[in-house]
């Protein structure tokens, strides 16, 4: 069963850090997308980083230049490095992987979410 696992949120500062971890089981990181998505209360889920499986990387433009997304295929797992955590990055991470089979088939699965409080 494909399973992802979410790790790292939490409270922090604003200008604080968090590292943001996702763990993948029974699925093959490498020719997946992945992507870190989040949804604020009262909000839209947004794509906040996307990392593809042929090595493209793309930023919301509220976080470019702050997030950095990478991924390690042979552990199958993605990271979101966020620093200078600003307010109104709150919200509830959720790790994406998805991906077009040969025959056309959509695979995609999401993680349970991980909550990010920034505040003072």
């Known amino acids: 069963q494909v399973q992802l696992a979410e790790s790292g949120g939490g409270l922090v500062q604003p200008g604080g850090s968090l590292r943001l971890s996702c763990a993948g089981t029974?699925?093959?990181?490498?020719?997946?997308?992945l992507g870190w998505y989040r949804q604020a209360p009262g909000k839209q889920r947004e794509l906040v980083a996307g990392?593809?499986?042929?090595?493209?990387?793309n930023y919301a433009d509220s976080v470019k230049g702050r997030f950095t997304i990478s991924r390690d295929n042979a552990k199958n797992t993605v990271y979101l490095q966020m620093n200078t955590l600003k307010p109104e990055d709150t919200a509830v991470y959720y790790c994406n992987a998805e991906r077009i089979t040969d025959w056309g088939a959509r695979r995609n699965f999401w993680g349970q979410g991980t909550q990010v409080t920034v505040s003072s």
């Open positions: 990392s593809t499986s042929d090595g493209s990387i």
């Open positions: 029974a699925l093959i990181f490498s020719i997946y997308n």
